[in-house]
């Protein structure tokens, strides 16, 4: 019995040294499957916000694109308001939606460094286009101290570099109420292809305390919320900076004054692609400046129409905000691709075409310009857009194919002469040959009066028109010519996409003919093209097929009733009809007849049969549309454009 309570005993001893040994042992077991399970809960964590980011982006644009709309429509500026509004609201959404997703992004280490050669005057071109808004709406001076002598070709991760310096000149914007934002690019040599790059952003703003500069890159870190007015911001943008700075193999410093400012710099190095000095860019962005605050423009155009292609979005709205004035038809395309699909679809009369473009560069894309089958527009001239002021950038630019080239910043005053050069000579009206109106005003509106009694029942807004001609009523009459000839161009194009079920085709167009009619006050028929682009751009085919014969009913009245009147104004002069002269006549059915003769000729090809034609038919004595019909004609047939020659003789068939 004694040895069996020993052996009791010794079980019992041994059985809790075993528990006792597993006590031991849970904690480090549970430990490791809590560090497991925390990992998978992040990892779970990081996929979803970064699934969820990418899908919130869709519809956010959607909303911004549909608010744009509005905001160019409405004429009702309560609504303006709201859209405004909404535009802000959505920026800041759109923001902190791409914030999320990039960090995590750096924190599942899925953010790679892509390395390619990089332009650096375009890089900062459209780093100053991205904060050139803000700096206008609370009247910030932006200094620039750019090295003139850095090279100009730098290789590194541009995307991630430029990301950098855009944080940093927009939150230096942001924090700063008055003042200075300061931009500093320096560089010193290490090694035969290599360069430290020395970047520094300099505000004016309130400042940081000294002990809230440590916190500064912590995740959802907002320092002094009141007074640094940080309601629009998320808390990830330096915390984003810093993270890329350091996969790059560089480091943010930050110095600071509270109430005096502050400045963020970093170095990083690159490698050298081409060692040509950047050249005096400060030069350039100060005349550009120069240029937008003593802006006017110099002539408008109605009817002329422009295409501009950059990869930068800030940088095609600047180009837009330069051309307002003009009133250009202005398109714009995001890349090379969106250009061609463009230019098979529409003739343009300019195409200017930016130089760095990722995928398809601006010379690979003036060459499939030029290649494209079927392209009205394979002789148009083409502008090259760069911030490459290099020595030899014009010589290699012609060399290309381009006609001309402008630097950017653009020079307003500069662009609007390059257009006018380019441009047809036929839809440019010069400012300094427009008529300054009536002092007392008492001879303009007696003038008006007698337009709108005769143009309001073909269904013209007189004075809207007016208004966008400044109120010259020879260019009012000049326009409402032009338009004439477009109408039948535009509804035969309608027709033809609508045959083929093109809905992006016809949205493109039925949007030029939008803007055509608002320009010279046609409101009802740009109202009906409205309804049609927006149906059109929805793809609903069979609600276009249903309305566009009502657009086409309303172009086809206008057309006529419009006719009727040019031709009565174009015999009348101070009330009396205007001498024939040594004119031949010649009876509508005979006139028809000839025009049919040289559409045939012009499709044949055969120029001298062509200038024999057109030297028959302008001793006829015809109104003053068709007489400028000729002139078209005999100026694209100088310029051997025959098939836009053929376009214009068929507008009036």
Not at 146 to 160: F, R
Not at 559 to 565: A, H, N, S
Request: glycine share 6%.
């Amino acid at each position: 019995m004694g040895q069996e309570m020993k052996r009791e005993s010794a079980k019992e001893k041994e059985k809790q040294a075993s528990t006792a040994g597993q006590a031991q042992n849970q904690p480090a077991h549970n430990a490791a499957e809590l560090e497991e399970a925390i990992s998978a809960a992040q990892h779970a964590r990081d996929i979803f916000l970064m699934n969820m980011s990418h899908e919130l982006r869709t519809p956010i644009n959607t909303i911004l694109g549909l608010n744009e709309l509005i905001l160019r429509e409405s004429q009702e500026d309560a609504i303006k308001e709201y859209a405004l509004d909404i535009r802000h609201a959505g920026n800041v959404l759109l923001t902190l939606v791409g914030d999320i997703l990039d960090y995590t992004r750096l924190q599942a280490g899925q953010m790679e460094i892509t390395e390619g050669i990089y332009d650096l005057s375009s890089l900062l071109n459209d780093l100053i286009n991205g904060i050139s808004v803000q700096l206008r709406k609370k009247k910030l001076d932006l200094k620039l101290d750019i090295a003139k002598d850095i090279p100009h070709k730098l290789s590194g991760d541009e995307i991630h570099i430029r990301q950098i310096i855009s944080n940093l000149l927009s939150n230096a914007v942001k924090y700063t109420e008055r003042g200075t934002v300061t931009l500093h690019l320096g560089w010193t040599k290490r090694g035969e292809d290599e360069i430290e790059m020395d970047l520094a952003v300099k505000d004016t703003g309130v400042g940081i305390r000294e002990k809230d500069i440590d916190r500064l890159f912590g995740v959802f870190q907002r320092m002094d919320t009141l007074d640094r007015n940080t309601n629009d911001s998320t808390g990830l943008g330096l915390a984003i900076t810093n993270r890329l700075l350091e996969m790059l193999g560089g480091r943010l410093e930050v110095q600071s004054t509270r109430g005096k400012g502050s400045v963020f710099s970093f170095k990083l190095v690159q490698k050298v692609a081409d060692a040509t000095p950047l050249g005096d860019f400060e030069k350039q962005y100060t005349e550009s400046l120069h240029s937008a605050r003593n802006y006017k423009n110099k002539f408008i155009a109605p009817m002329g129409r422009v295409l501009v292609v950059d990869d930068n979005a800030m940088n095609l709205a600047v180009a837009q905000g330069l051309l307002k004035e003009t009133r250009l038809q202005v398109d714009v395309a995001n890349s090379g691709e969106k250009c061609l699909e463009l230019l098979r679809r529409k003739t343009y009369h300019v195409i200017c075409l930016d130089h760095m473009m990722p995928v398809m560069d601006g010379v690979e894309t003036l060459h499939a310009i030029r290649k494209l089958e079927g392209n009205p527009s394979a002789d148009t001239p083409v502008i090259a857009l760069t911030a490459n002021a290099v020595a030899g950038a014009r010589e290699y630019y012609l060399q290309e194919g381009f006609q001309d080239y402008l630097t950017k910043p653009i020079d307003a005053d500069k662009f609007e002469s390059m257009l006018i050069r380019y441009l047809p000579d036929n839809v440019v009206y010069l400012n300094q040959d427009r008529n300054t109106p009536d002092e007392n005003g008492q001879e303009l509106e007696a003038a008006i009066g007698m337009m709108e009694s005769r143009l309001s029942g073909i269904g013209f807004n007189v004075r809207n028109g007016l208004r966008y001609m400044g109120n010259d009523i020879k260019l009012y009459d000049k326009v409402l010519h032009d338009f004439h000839l477009i109408l039948q161009e535009k509804e035969d194009a309608l027709r033809d996409f609508l045959k083929k079920r093109d809905m992006p085709g016809y949205a493109i167009i039925v949007h030029s003919l939008k803007g055509n009619a608002r320009n010279v006050g046609a409101d009802d028929l740009a109202d009906e093209a409205f309804e049609l682009e927006k149906m059109s751009k929805a793809g609903q085919l069979e609600d276009v097929e249903v309305r566009s014969p009502i657009l086409f009913n309303l172009m086809k009245n206008m057309r006529r009733d419009l006719k009727t009147y040019l031709d009565s104004e174009s015999r009348t002069e101070a009330g009396k009809e205007e001498e024939p002269g040594n004119k031949l006549t010649i009876t509508e059915d005979d006139w028809k007849q000839a025009l049919k003769e040289l559409a045939g000729r012009l499709d044949d090809f055969d120029g001298d049969s062509v200038h024999e034609k057109l030297e028959e038919l302008k001793k006829y004595d015809r109104p003053e549309s068709d007489q400028k019909m000729l002139r078209l004609c005999e100026k694209a047939v100088k310029d051997f454009a025959y098939d836009i020659a053929l376009e214009v003789v068929n507008a009036v068939l």
